[in-house]
C-alpha cells in the first residue's frame, strides 16, 4: 500500500498568514493526489485534485502543486473559516489511501 | 440538488453484521463511481471501498482491513448503494460516509453524505 506522510500533523497560525502543508507519499502516484478540508462535525469537502486542479466554487486562495512523491497544499492568507482538518489522498493506486491530516489552529 | 443520503448505522455486537443505504439523489447514479469512506472517532479518513461506473461494470475495489468482511453493491433501479459489513470487529467502529467521485478516472470524492454511525461494542 502505498502510505502518504502529512506535515505538519499540528500547525498554529493567524489570520492573514500563509501558510503549507506537506503531503509525502512512500512512492511515485504522478499527479494522483487530492486535498480535503474538514471542519470539527462537518464532512469533508474536495478542494484540490490532481495535484493542483481547484474544485468548483473554493476559494482561490488555495493551491496544490507537486508530482511524484511530494505535494503541498498551500493557503496563500488564512482566513477565519480556514481553520480545520486538512488530509491528502492518493488515488493513483488500489488500495487509495489518505494522509494522517494535519489540524489548523488559530493562534 | 445532488445529494447522498445514507442510513441503517446502529450499535452491534462483534461478529455481527450490518447493512449500511446510501440514496442517490440529483444525477445519474450509473455514470459515476461510488465510494465508502469511514472515519473512526477522533481520528482520520480511512477509505473502505468503491463500485466503479456502469462502464466499469460495478466493479469493486477494497481496503486490505475490510476485504472478505465487507460487500459493496448497488441497485441502479433504487439509486442505492450498500455497504454489507460482516464479522465486525470493535475497530470498525466508525462514521461511514458515501461519497461520490468525480466523473472519469479515480480523482476525488466531489459530494460526500451525511454519513451513518456504527458502533460495534459487546
Known amino acids: 500500500d502505498i502510505q502518504l506522510t502529512q506535515s505538519p500533523s499540528f500547525l498554529s497560525a493567524s489570520v492573514g498568514d500563509r501558510v503549507t502543508i506537506t503531503c509525502r507519499a512512500s512512492?511515485?502516484?504522478?499527479?494522483?493526489l487530492a486535498w480535503y478540508q474538514q471542519k470539527p462535525g462537518k464532512v469533508p469537502k474536495l478542494l484540490i485534485y490532481?495535484?493542483?486542479t481547484l474544485q468548483s466554487g473554493v476559494p482561490s486562495r488555495f493551491s496544490g502543486s507537486g508530482s511524484g512523491t511530494e505535494f503541498t497544499l498551500t493557503i496563500s492568507s488564512l482566513q477565519p473559516e480556514d481553520f480545520a482538518a486538512y488530509y491528502c489522498q492518493q488515488l493513483n493506486s488500489y488500495p487509495i489511501t489518505f494522509g494522517q491530516g494535519t489540524r489548523l489552529e488559530i493562534k | 440538488e445532488v445529494q447522498l443520503v445514507e442510513s441503517g448505522g446502529g450499535l452491534v455486537q462483534p461478529g455481527g453484521s450490518l447493512r449500511l443505504s446510501c440514496v442517490a439523489s440529483g444525477f445519474t447514479f450509473s455514470d459515476y463511481s461510488m465510494d465508502w469512506v469511514r472515519q473512526a472517532p477522533g481520528k482520520g479518513l480511512e477509505w473502505v471501498g468503491l463500485s466503479r461506473s456502469r462502464v466499469k461494470s460495478y466493479t469493486t475495489e477494497y481496503a486490505a482491513s475490510v476485504k472478505g468482511r465487507f460487500i459493496i453493491s448497488r441497485d441502479v433501479s433504487e439509486n442505492s448503494l450498500y455497504l454489507q459489513l460482516n464479522d465486525l470487529k470493535t475497530e470498525d467502529t466508525a462514521v461511514y460516509y458515501c461519497?461520490?467521485?468525480?466523473?472519469?478516472?479515480?480523482?476525488?470524492?466531489?459530494?460526500w453524505g451525511q454519513g451513518t454511525m456504527v458502533t460495534v461494542s459487546s
Open positions: 461519497a461520490r467521485d468525480l466523473v472519469g478516472t479515480p480523482r476525488g470524492h466531489e459530494i
Open positions: 512512492q511515485d502516484i504522478s499527479s494522483s
Open positions: 490532481a495535484a493542483s
